[in-house]
């Protein structure tokens, strides 16, 4: 296997597999143990982000004669004996399902709870916050039907119990209660006594059979068609994820939460929308690994794909029906339906498995199962057809059970190849003191980008220093760049660059990697998808260090491709030529092409002084190279703050913002942007003037003066990014000003109160920007699309007009924080 590029030791190992997951936000979670570590894979060795799992209450599910204990339906809960409860699961949601537009996470434990917590934004703590308990919403509802299966249940119960019996860790012995006898400690008081019905010992390991849960797994986002009625005032965006959660009897329990309207840096409102919307009983055995893709099958109601597997080694495929989840509000009926059992009871358990349908061919569903047997199986299936036929490309016996091994697959006219790791990686970070002695692998995770993977491996203890290793150093998750392997079958040469300047890396590898960064950047063209290029732009940045030709190469290509201008032009030509076509790129093309400028070509220049325009470009002979990007860089912002100037006016004065509501977007700071235009009126569209004169005859009352946050005095308008006062002295002459700054979207002054921070051009925003300016396909000269709407623009996440991505709180140096870029 190849070498790490960075690696961070973690201070618990973790105890099951999939113990690692990367959110759409690029945080990288990791089950080790009792605890939950949360780290930035921009800084591996900076502040981190904890879940602490303390044990849990038993549910009041019944009482059971104390005679009954050595019963053999509860003999896995009475001789357990964990000491603390670790984590069995974890899963993010998608972006947005946070009060702060984020991920939630939720964590499933050895005792079968599982919990959702969201980044301690507000708190200023290293301690995540918990925001919802589902093992208690769904003890609420058996409890509201009285568990009315029990009756039925003692023979599905009993082989369940037999299929894991020498494994099965149940809840502990505490959590039984049971009724007193004469030689049992009496109760201090009436109140202390347990008002529970006496209860079977085979009806106690129902109830806490269907009540523990294994597996957790978030849905992509359903979004019902904008003609549709929104579901909710509070949440009104008619978009949603579903929770599954697997337990140990055998069954699937869905939890729909809705995306909120609005968003905020400053509530700890944690409440949530979720809603049970459906129980099904999908296996006859433990549930212990699910996936969910989504699928597009042209009908008006989008469809989810959900992979489920047992601990029986049954596998099956269930088509979910998501305008039916999101409006749905019956339990027993879940609006699921059996697509096809791929693989049959073989008591050999399912440990993950991997379900997508590739966008290249949106009617083919690829499968990978993975055993405990160290195995996995690949399938495919061709879901246009009435039948569903799924093929087998075969089994592969990879693995050893549980080792340290790691291994890179690709599909290949249908036929799974083995690739290689890239020999050479771009550059490899300081791991500091973390060792490269591992006995186990417990998962990985791959990066938002697909150019890293993560994984997450236990220490062999016997090789650490006892003394200053062992103590402190359990576990550790290691970083891996996949960008240059091997996916498709490529030319071995790049006709248009001498990769004779780069020492050290394969022609051919070359080829890859530009391959793989061009297709990645591509995939971002989907307005959907969640603007984090993280592990681009570190490539990029690594590249730059030993071979900026090279970079300057892939660039180039990247922009040629997204103005269809000819290929092989010097960079100037290319750079001028884009400069002059931007009104006919995409806002999200833009926002990446301005990320990479910022992030990459002009990464010395710090982000106030680009700003600001004050700007040292560095040595002669790189300096008019860095000044057509920068010149480039400040054209890409112009365009997207004259899309928004533009909107704004149009939507003002179409009318289309009549009624309000949360998820509604306001115009607002109209006087600002007004003015900004008459300081430009040299370098902005006669289109865009005429829009703003036409305003300024028919209203007046948008041109209020500002006021100081700190004084009350005047403010007036001469910079988008900050402002200053005019505070008047004892004298009567101009005292000492106050510096404030203005919102990046309105362009009026920003509060006082928190606001909302790019981490990338490092602006404020105040105000958010409204959906339709991260969507435009062009600069839109007609803005009739806008009136025919009939309902108000709504409020996009909170994203950064000019960069595209999530903005957030900008947190202390000492508290974990985001770095999509």
Request: with cysteine; charged share 15%; glycine share 6%.
């Amino acid at each position: 296997m190849a070498s790490r590029f960075q690696a961070a030791a973690l201070v618990a190992s973790p105890s099951h597999p999939n113990a690692v997951a990367w959110s759409d936000e690029n945080l990288v979670a990791v089950a080790s143990g009792h605890i939950v570590t949360i780290l930035n894979p921009a800084t591996p060795f900076g502040p981190r982000g904890l879940i602490t799992i303390s044990p849990s209450k038993p549910f009041p599910i019944g009482v059971v004669e104390r005679k009954d204990l050595l019963s053999g339906c509860l003999l896995p809960t009475c001789l357990s004996r964990d000491p603390r409860p670790c984590v069995r699961s974890i899963s993010w949601s998608p972006v947005g399902f946070a009060p702060n537009s984020g991920c939630l996470l939720a964590v499933c434990t050895t005792e079968g709870r599982v919990k959702l917590y969201r980044m301690p934004y507000c708190e200023f703590s290293a301690e995540w916050v918990e925001v919802d308990d589902i093992s208690e919403m769904l003890y609420s509802y058996f409890a509201s039907i009285n568990f009315v299966e029990s009756d039925d249940s003692n023979s599905e119960i009993s082989n369940v119990v037999e299929i894991k019996s020498g494994s099965m860790k149940a809840n502990n012995l505490n959590q039984i209660v049971c009724v007193p006898n004469s030689r049992a400690k009496p109760l201090k008081s009436k109140e202390e006594r347990p008002c529970l019905p006496q209860i079977t010992a085979n009806q106690y390991a129902f109830r806490s059979t269907i009540l523990s849960s294994l597996v957790v797994a978030w849905s992509p986002v359903v979004q019902l068609a904008s003609e549709m009625e929104p579901v909710s005032a509070k949440y009104s965006s008619n978009r949603c994820s579903i929770l599954a959660v697997g337990g140990k009897s055998g069954k699937v329990s869905f939890w729909r939460f809705l995306e909120p309207s609005c968003f905020s840096v400053m509530s700890n409102r944690d409440s949530t929308s979720a809603s049970l919307v459906g129980v099904l009983q999908v296996h006859g055995a433990w549930i212990t690994a699910i996936c969910w893709a989504s699928y597009s099958s042209g009908a008006s109601d989008p469809q989810l794909l959900l992979a489920t597997g047992s601990s029986d080694g049954s596998v099956k495929i269930w088509i979910g029906y998501g305008g039916t989840l999101l409006k749905s509000s019956e339990v027993n009926n879940a609006p699921f339906s059996l697509l096809k059992e791929v693989m049959t009871v073989d008591f050999v358990p399912v440990s993950v498995v991997s379900l997508i349908v590739p966008i290249r061919s949106s009617n083919k569903m690829h499968l990978a199962v993975g055993k405990g047997s160290g195995s996995f199986d690949v399938w495919i299936c061709d879901i246009s057809s009435t039948t569903g036929k799924f093929d087998k490309l075969g089994s592969y016996g990879a693995h050893d059970h549980i080792d340290n091994s790691v291994y890179n697959w690709t599909l290949r006219d249908s036929r799974l190849c083995e690739v290689p790791f890239p020999s050479n990686i771009p550059f490899a970070k300081s791991s500091g003191d973390v060792p490269n002695v591992f006995d186990s692998c417990f998962g990985l995770a791959t990066s938002p980008g697909n150019l890293v993977i993560a994984v997450a491996r236990s220490f062999d203890a016997d090789l650490l220093n006892p003394m200053y290793q062992a103590r402190s150093q359990k576990a550790a998750v290691e970083f891996f760049w996949i960008g240059g392997q091997q996916r498709d079958v490529l030319s071995n040469r790049d006709p248009d660059f001498d990769v004779e300047a780069i020492s050290g890396f394969p022609e051919k590898e070359l080829v890859y990697w530009t391959h793989s960064i061009l297709l990645f950047l591509k995939q971002y063209e989907n307005v959907e998808k969640p603007l984090v290029v993280w592990d681009i732009i570190t490539a990029l940045l690594a590249f730059k260090q030993s071979a900026p030709k090279y970079v300057e190469h892939v660039l180039a290509k990247w922009l040629m491709s997204c103005v269809g201008i000819q290929l092989g032009l010097p960079i100037a030509k290319t750079l001028s030529q884009v400069s002059r076509l931007l009104s006919n790129i995409g806002s999200r093309q833009l926002h990446l092409l301005n990320i990479i400028n910022r992030r990459v070509v002009l990464a010395e220049l710090k982000a106030d002084n680009i700003n600001c325009r004050q700007t040292n470009l560095g040595p002669i002979g790189a300096e008019e190279d860095l000044a057509l990007w920068m010149e480039l860089l400040l054209s890409c912002e112009n365009e997207l703050r004259e899309r928004l100037v533009a909107f704004s006016f149009s939507a003002i004065s179409s009318s289309i913002s009549t009624s309000s509501s949360n998820g509604d977007w306001q115009p607002v700071g109209l006087a600002q942007m007004g003015q900004w235009v008459a300081h430009n009126g040299d370098n902005v569209r006669d289109h865009l003037k005429l829009l703003v004169a036409g305003f300024r005859k028919l209203n007046n009352r948008y041109a209020a003066e500002e006021q100081c946050s700190y004084c009350s005095a005047s403010v007036p308008f001469e910079s988008t990014e900050f402002a200053f006062c005019r505070t008047a002295s004892s004298s009567g002459g101009v005292g000492q000003s106050h510096k404030l700054l203005r919102c990046a979207a309105s362009m009026q002054v920003c509060p006082t109160t928190p606001s909302w921070f790019c981490i990338c051009c490092q602006r404020w925003v105040s105000e958010l920007a409204p959906q339709a300016l991260f969507r435009m396909a062009t600069y839109p000269f007609d803005f009739e699309f806008s009136t025919l709407s009939s309902r108000p623009e709504v409020i996009s996440k909170p994203l950064c007009p000019f960069c595209g991505i999530l903005l957030q709180r900008l947190q202390p140096e000492f508290l974990l924080s985001k770095s999509p870029v």
